[in-house]
């Protein structure tokens, strides 16, 4: 097994301080605090061309986004694919979620993470295709977007262990707007096959 975390905290040297403050949980997601940056989490999944690779570079992309501050990153887990046939036919999927402080509207930071998408040769072919890499915004403070091409809370989060058991681990208090507190959707979603990958 690999050691995860190790790998993913130690594959960002600009931020050497996130392993000590690995321990700390962030608090829920609230409103823009007085330095003018928002609270976002982001999943990460992977399923194509050596998933865990993908998702440790993912990572480190995230990092590097501008008017980015990577925050947290949570273990990876491995998970088998949830959804219609074509999809549950797939490999399993690797998953982290991300924690980032970003000065990035939503729509923004959507765009930013498109553009880790393409950079990492993903290719839309149907929805739902097996992928490189699939980046989605679960959460941004607490806020709620509607819109034709982004809909925050991720619509579908509450329902995959995959999301919620990452989310829990690096902040057990998150709130999802709209449907109460995500530890409360543990129960619902345990049914679903995820392992962490030890440390
Ligand atoms: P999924 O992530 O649901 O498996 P895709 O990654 O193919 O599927 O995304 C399909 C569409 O979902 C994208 O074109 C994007 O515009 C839209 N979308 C809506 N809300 C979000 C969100 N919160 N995060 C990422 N994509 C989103
Ligand atoms: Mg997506």
Known sequence: MIRADAALMGADPAQPAERSAKAKQLPPASRTDSTGEHLAYVALGANLADPLAQVRAAGRALADVPECRLLRLSSLYRSAPVGNRSIRGQADFINAVAALH??????????????????????????????????????????????????????????????????????????????????????????????RLAD
């Open 102 to 195: 970003t000065r990035l509207t939503p729509s923004q930071l959507l765009d930013a993470l498109f553009a880790i998408e393409r950079l990492f040769g993903r290719r839309r072919e149907y929805h739902h295709a097996p992928r490189t890499l699939d980046l989605d915004l679960l959460l941004y403070d607490d806020q709620t977007v509607d819109s034709q091409r982004l809909r925050v809370p991720h619509p579908r989060m509450h329902l995959r262990a995959f999301v919620i058991a990452p989310l829990l681990e690096i902040a057990p208090q998150a709130l999802i707007p709209g449907r109460g507190s995500a530890a409360a959707w543990l129960p619902a979603v345990s049914m679903q096959g995820i392992a």
